[in-house]
C-alpha cells in the first residue's frame, strides 16, 4: 500500500490522505514532489530511509509452500493453531531448505528457492503446491513485554481535544465519559513503521505497562508515521490534543508493510504477523493496509480476484476471525478522488467474508469521494460501516499532531469502538461484533455499496453489545484481575454477575487480615466495574475480596505511589 505525505504545520496541519491503493502510477509520476514533502516532513529521526536493497538480484525468489494436512491425529480440531509438522520440516531442511515465515493457519512456509530446489520440492509426497511470493529476506526478534494491566483515567481527564469532532460524529463521546475506554481489551495492529510508538500520545501506554509488543516482519529499514499515526487514533491519549475511543487497552503492534516499494512478499508478511497477534492474545485487530496492484513482474489482483476467498491476506483474516479475532479494515482508496484514478473497488483483505470493513466520509456525512466502495466479485455489500476519515486527528511527526484523511484512519475508529464493545461483553464473537455495528448504524434499513449500513452510532452498538451481556449474565460471579496494578489512587475490578444478585461488597485487606478500604456497589447482572477509592491506603501488598449472595472471589492487589 503506497502513501502519500504532506508538509505539516505547526498549528493547522493540512489534510494528509493515503494515495489511491489502485493507482501507482500516479506515485511514481509525481516522485520529485514527494521526495520534497518526505523531506518536510523527515526530522532527526525520521529522515527518509534509503533504497530497498533489489535482492531479487542476488538471492532466490521466496515461493509458498503448501503442505498436506498434519501426519499427527492429535492435532484434530486444533489443526489451524497446531505448529506446522516437525516432520515435515525435517524433510524440507534435510533438502537445505530454510523457512522464513512458518503459517500454523494455512500449515505451509515461505522460503527462497531456486529453480532446481522449486524441482524437489514439488516431488515430495507432503507438498500439496509451491506458490510464488517474492524476493524477501528476514523476520526480526521480538520486542515484548510482561502482559500487564490496564489503567481507568477519570473521564473528567479526557479533555478529549481535536478528537471530539470526529468522535461526535460517530456518537462516540458519551461511552468515553462513562468511562469505556477498552480497558482489558488487547488491540492488535498490521501496519507499516510504529516508530516505537514513543510520541507523547502514548506516554499513559508506556507508563502504565500496556505496550505488550511491537515486532517488526519486514526486510529492509523504513521510517514514516502511518502505524504510529493508526494507532493513536485508537489507543492515543493526550488530554487537550488527541484521545482515542480505546485509549485503556492493551497493545501489540505488527509491522508488516514496506512503504518504499510495493511486493507481494507484504503477504507473505501479513500472514505472519496477524498469525503472532492472534499467539500473542489479540482480541481485535486493525488493519488500515490493502492490496490490489503491486510493482511491475508481479502478479496483481483483479475485480474478479475480490471474492472474499482468492486473495491470501482475505483468507487470513477470515481465518483469524473463526479464531475468535475480531478483524478491522480499512476499505481503500481506490474511490474516484481524481478522474484519473478511479477504480471503486475495496481492496483485499476488505473483501473478506468476516471482515469489518469501514469506509469513509467528510464531516458532512457525506461520502469521502476516495473511499472505495463495493460490490465484492460474489455480490456482497462492502463497505459495512463509514465514519469520518477526512480531518482526522492523528499523532505524527516530532511530538506534533496532524489532521489526516483516508480509510487507514476511519478503521481504528471503529477498532477503538469494537474494544469497547469488547470490553462491556467480551463473549461476543467477530460475526456478532459487526451485526451490532451495522444494526445500529445510520442506514441499517437502506444499506447500500457506497455508505454500507452507514455511519457508525457508537452509543447504540455499545447499548446493544451490554444488553445481550446482561440478557445471558454467569452462573457465578466472575471477576477479572484488578486494573491498575500496581495501584496509586483508584482501583477498578471488573466483574461479572449472575441473576438476582444486587450488590457486591468490595474489601482491601491487609496480609494480617484488616481491612483497609470497603465499600458496597449495586450492581445489574452482566458485565459491572467496581472502582474504589485507595488514595488513603500506604503502599504495600494487599488481599482484595468480592461478596456476592453466595460467592467470594478475591486476589493480590499492589499500591505503590
Known amino acids: 500500500m503506497r502513501r502519500a505525505s504532506g508538509t505539516i504545520g505547526d498549528r493547522t496541519p493540512p489534510d494528509l490522505y493515503d494515495a489511491p491503493l489502485r493507482f501507482r502510477f500516479c506515485l511514481r509520476v509525481c516522485a520529485g514532489l514527494l521526495a520534497l514533502l518526505l ?179 519486514t526486510d529492509g529499514t523504513q521510517r514514516g508515521n502511518h502505524g504510529m499515526g493508526v494507532a493513536s487514533v485508537a489507543v492515543g491519549r493526550a488530554p487537550g490534543s488527541l484521545v482515542g475511543p480505546a485509549h485503556g487497552a492493551e497493545v501489540l503492534g505488527a509491522t508488516t508493510e514496506y512503504t518504499p516499494s510495493e511486493r507481494t512478499v507484504e503477504e507473505d508478511y501479513f500472514v505472519a504477523g496477524l498469525e503472532w497477534l492472534h499467539r500473542r492474545g489479540a482480541d481485535v485487530v486493525n488493519v488500515s493496509i490493502g492490496y490490489n496492484t503491486f510493482d511491475e513482474g508481479q502478479d496483481s489482483y483483479t475485480v474478479e480476484d475480490l471474492d472474499g476467498d482468492t486473495g491470501l491476506t482475505t483468507r487470513a483474516v477470515d481465518r483469524a476471525a473463526a479464531l475468535g479475532v475480531t478483524v478491522v479494515v480499512s476499505a481503500g482508496n481506490s474511490g474516484c478522488a481524481t478522474p484519473d484514478s478511479c477504480w471503486y473497488y475495496v481492496n483485499t483483505p476488505a473483501d473478506a467474508d468476516s471482515a469489518i470493513t469501514v469506509g469513509a466520509v467528510r464531516p458532512d456525512s457525506s461520502l469521502a469521494p476516495f473511499s472505495s466502495r463495493g460490490p465484492t466479485a ?106 491498575p496494578n500496581p495501584a496509586a489512587d483508584q482501583v477498578t475490578v471488573p466483574v461479572r454477575v449472575p441473576q438476582h444478585t444486587a450488590s457486591v461488597r468490595l474489601e482491601l485487606t491487609s496480609p494480617l487480615g484488616r481491612t483497609v478500604a470497603a465499600e458496597r456497589f449495586s450492581v445489574r447482572p452482566g458485565p459491572n466495574w467496581l472502582t474504589l477509592d485507595v488514595s488513603s491506603v500506604p503502599p504495600g501488598l494487599y488481599r482484595y475480596r468480592i461478596q456476592g449472595r453466595r460467592q467470594l472471589r478475591g486476589g493480590s492487589l499492589a499500591i505503590d505511589r
Do not use: C
Open 39 to 217: 523531506a518536510g516532513l523527515s526530522g532527526p529521526d525520521g529522515a527518509r530511509a534509503g533504497p530497498h536493497p533489489d535482492t531479487s538480484r542476488t538471492a532466490p525468489d521466496r515461493y509458498w509452500i503448501m503442505l498436506a494436512e498434519r501426519p499427527d491425529p492429535a492435532a484434530g480440531p486444533d489443526r489451524w493453531t497446531a505448529p506446522v509438522s516437525s516432520a515435515y520440516l525435517a524433510r524440507l531442511e534435510a533438502l537445505g531448505i530454510e523457512p522464513v515465515v512458518r503459517s500454523r493457519w494455512f500449515h505451509a512456509v515461505s522460503a527462497p528457492l531456486s529453480a532446481a530446489e522449486r524441482a524437489r520440492v514439488r516431488a515430495l509426497p507432503f507438498v500439496r503446491r509451491v506458490a510464488p511470493v517474492a524476493a524477501g529476506g528476514t523476520v526480526a526478534a521480538d520486542s515484548a513485554a510482561p502482559r500487564p494491566q490496564a489503567p481507568s483515567p477519570p473521564p473528567a481527564a479526557l479533555r478529549l481535544g481535536a478528537s471530539q469532532s470526529h468522535l461526535a460524529r460517530m456518537n462516540a463521546v458519551a461511552p468515553m465519559v462513562r468511562g469505556l475506554d477498552g480497558r482489558g481489551v488487547r488491540v492488535g495492529f498490521l501496519d507499516a513503521s510504529f516508530r516505537g510508538l514513543r510520541h507523547p500520545a502514548f506516554a499513559a501506554l508506556r507508563r502504565d505497562g500496556r505496550l505488550v509488543a511491537l515486532r517488526d516482519f
Open 378 to 483: 460474489d455480490g456482497r455489500r462492502k463497505p459495512d460501516v463509514v465514519v469520518q476519515g477526512t480531518g482526522v486527528t492523528a499523532a505524527w511527526d516530532d511530538g506534533r499532531y496532524a489532521r489526516v484523511g483516508g480509510t487507514s484512519f476511519a478503521s481504528p475508529q471503529v477498532t477503538g469502538v469494537v474494544a469497547q464493545m469488547l470490553q462491556v461483553n467480551p463473549a461476543l464473537a467477530p460475526t456478532e461484533v459487526r451485526a451490532l455495528l451495522r444494526w445500529t448504524a445510520s442506514r441499517a434499513d437502506h444499506p447500500d455499496n457506497r455508505r454500507g449500513w452507514g455511519v457508525v452510532d457508537a452509543e447504540a452498538a455499545l447499548r446493544a453489545a451490554e444488553r445481550r451481556a446482561r440478557a445471558a449474565p454467569p452462573a457465578a460471579l466472575r471477576a477479572k484481575t484488578p486494573a
